[in-house]
Structure formats: structure tokens, C-alpha cells
């Protein structure tokens, strides 16, 4: 049971980064999804939210209108389109699939700097 998470790297302010979630050894069509980040020094927080058939979606204030949550349950993975990026969205980006206890991936890193 795990979560693999892909697609950080280095951008310019204004740019856009499609992150991708792989999971595998659970039924992900079953499951609501949610990605979070975590920025130095900064709690984990919760950045966007999709139920399991993708119908519902849900985003934190500040990145409302920039970033895009969305699934393939044919291919177990979930993505999240960022774009407009800013300097304050660099930090670790992580999926999660909620539940008693969250599975959690291990996170990528997503830096936005000129």
C-alpha cells in the first residue's frame, strides 16, 4: 500500500508544474484524495481535495483559480495542475488518501524562484 508522488522540480514565478500521484495496493477508485505541502518551517497544510469519483473538489484560499485537482481512476493516479506559481507555493508537495489513519506518499519538492 503506497503513494508515489512526481513531477517537482525548479520554476519561475508564473510558471506550471503538473505533480502526479501514483497509488497501488489499495482500490483508489474507493477513496477521496487530497494534496498537501509543507513549507520550511511552516505546518502541513491542506491544498486541495477530490471525492473518489472526482465529481467534488475542494481548494485552500490561496491557491483557488491557479491549481487544479483531478484524478484517473483507470490509471490509480492523481494529479495536481499548478499554474500561476509563486514564490510562497515552494515547499514539499504531498498526496495523501484520508481515512483513520492517512496513508501519506513520501513527497516532492517544488521550488519557485527566478
Known amino acids: 500500500v503506497q503513494l508515489v508522488e512526481s513531477g517537482g522540480g525548479l520554476v519561475q514565478p508564473g510558471g506550471s508544474l503538473t505533480l502526479s500521484c501514483v497509488a497501488s495496493g489499495f482500490t483508489f477508485s474507493t477513496y477521496a484524495m487530497q494534496w498537501y505541502r509543507q513549507a520550511p518551517g511552516k505546518e502541513r497544510e491542506l491544498v486541495a481535495y477530490?471525492?473518489?469519483?472526482?465529481?467534488?473538489?475542494t481548494y485552500a484560499n490561496p491557491v483557488k483559480g491557479r491549481f487544479t485537482i483531478s484524478r484517473d481512476n483507470a490509471k490509480n493516479t492523481v494529479y495536481l495542475q499548478m499554474n500561476g506559481l509563486k514564490p510562497e507555493d515552494t515547499a514539499v508537495y504531498y498526496c495523501?488518501?484520508?481515512?483513520?489513519?492517512?496513508?501519506w506518499g513520501q513527497g516532492t519538492q517544488v521550488t519557485v524562484s527566478s
Open positions: 477530490i471525492s473518489s469519483t472526482g465529481d467534488t473538489t
Open positions: 495523501a488518501r484520508p481515512g483513520w489513519r492517512t496513508l
